[in-house]
């Protein structure tokens, strides 16, 4: 991933990591990337990173096993998907139907489009 | 720790720092930017104790550090003279060096030569100011110092030799954790490596926090000038601009989802500002 000036990066990565498990490209009880590697690998400060998996320890989404490393937990997808569902009409549906009534497409012309999709 | 409490640093009449009160915890590794004349290179000297702080004192680990030499073996201070003698051919430069210091790594050393493709036989007085630059991060690296401060070593290196010198930065810091403490003026290709940044204006310290903590800290509002006027009310405005009837508006703030929310409903746009955008609206508004 690449990181922008939108946001600090421990909450990129945070982001980052929450989407590989979601998508399942990081399984639950996997181990993830030890704070060095990941600095090495996206060339940014070991501080940084080790912020942006704190994060997620507090959140839940990964647990330590001391001495070893980190790991997915068991139930970070679920509770991740149910978060993201809970944001989604305000973050994405939202926007979308306000972007849709400033270029005058009407909500039908948008549920037939979506019908489509079924 | 490292502890400056009320340095200053005065030529004659001159004063270049004034006033500095910091604390720098061990093992990270830090920025120093400010503008051309800001006092970085007097602020590092005195760090480094090159040079007696004309008022205040520097402790490093509880110790003064002037003219101590358990502190100064622990000191490694790169600065673009890389104080040699011109007539010094590389190899000696950095025999003198393994001499000097009991952490050198003579291997790593001929490692980054050969990385940088420097010529060891070569004088000094014959290098260009890029290979200059890098025998000054040959030798800032391979110190593995448990305080190393480059000062704007990187001056004339090509892109692809600064690369090689970040890279060689963070993977030996990685694996050989020690304060480094470097100026850069390039600030957007290197404020990653940075855990902390430290700001000077004109000898005095305007802001040292984690860089993560800046990068995020402001943001730009651009859109009708009205809106943009009643959206901004009441926060610290780093800059602005108008075109026609657009307005764009720089804020020392940042909204929170909702806030964003409301302002796009209102027809507002919002973009980012980087380390390096923020440094300039701090250093550069007040002028």
């Not at chain 1, 939202?94 to 489009?113: C, N, T």
């Not at chain 2, 010094?88 to 291997?107: E, I, N, Q, T, Y």
């Not at chain 2, 040959?138 to 448990?146: I, N, T, Y």
């Amino acid at each position: 991933m690449a990181f922008d000036d939108r946001s600090p990066i421990y909450l990129q990565i945070a982001d980052g990591i929450k989407n590989d498990v979601l998508s399942g490209a990081l399984k639950e009880d996997e181990q993830v990337m030890s704070t060095n590697q990941y600095a090495a690998f996206y060339r940014i400060n070991p501080a940084t990173a080790a912020k942006g998996f704190a994060q997620l320890v507090d959140e839940g989404v990964l647990y330590k096993k001391r001495g070893i490393g980190m790991f997915v937990s068991p139930d970070a997808r679920e509770k991740l998907r149910r978060e993201r569902r809970e944001r989604f009409f305000t973050e994405v549906v939202d926007p979308m139907l306000a972007e849709a009534k400033r270029i005058g497409i009407e909500v039908d012309e948008i549920v037939r489009h979506l019908g489509g999709a079924r | 720790m490292i502890e400056l409490r009320d340095v200053s640093v005065r030529y004659g009449s001159t004063v270049a720092v004034e006033g500095i009160d910091l604390d720098l915890p061990t093992g990270k590794i830090y920025g120093l930017l400010g503008r051309n004349g800001s006092g970085k290179t007097s602020l590092l000297s005195a760090l480094a104790s090159f040079r007696r702080p004309s008022s205040g004192t520097i402790r490093v680990d509880g110790r003064d550090a002037f003219e101590n030499p358990a502190v100064m073996r622990q000191t490694c201070f790169i600065r673009d003279t890389l104080d040699t003698n011109e007539s010094d051919k590389v190899h000696a430069l950095l025999r003198f060096a393994g001499w000097m210091r009991p952490s050198w790594d003579a291997d790593y050393a001929a490692k980054l030569l050969d990385l940088f493709e420097i010529n060891p036989r070569k004088r000094a007085s014959s290098l260009s100011r890029g290979q200059k630059s890098a025998v000054g991060v040959v030798l800032g690296l391979a110190a593995r110092a448990p305080l190393t401060i480059l000062d704007e070593t990187y001056l004339g290196m090509d892109a692809v030799a600064r690369a090689a010198f970040y890279r060689e930065l963070l993977d030996d810091y990685l694996a050989h954790p020690r304060t480094i403490i470097m100026s850069t003026h390039l600030i957007e290709e290197v404020a990653d490596l940075f855990e902390r940044v430290i700001i000077i204006d004109r000898g005095r310290l305007l802001l040292h926090e984690e860089t993560d903590e800046l990068r995020g800290r402001g943001v730009t509002v651009t859109g009708p000038a009205a809106a943009v006027d009643q959206f901004v009310a009441g926060h610290t405005v780093l800059g602005e601009q108008s075109l026609g009837g657009v307005r764009a508006v720089t804020l020392d703030w940042r909204p929170d989802p909702a806030e964003v929310a409301r302002g796009e409903s209102a027809g507002l746009t919002f973009g980012p500002v980087g380390v390096q955008d923020m440094f300039i609206h701090l250093t550069g508004a007040t002028r």
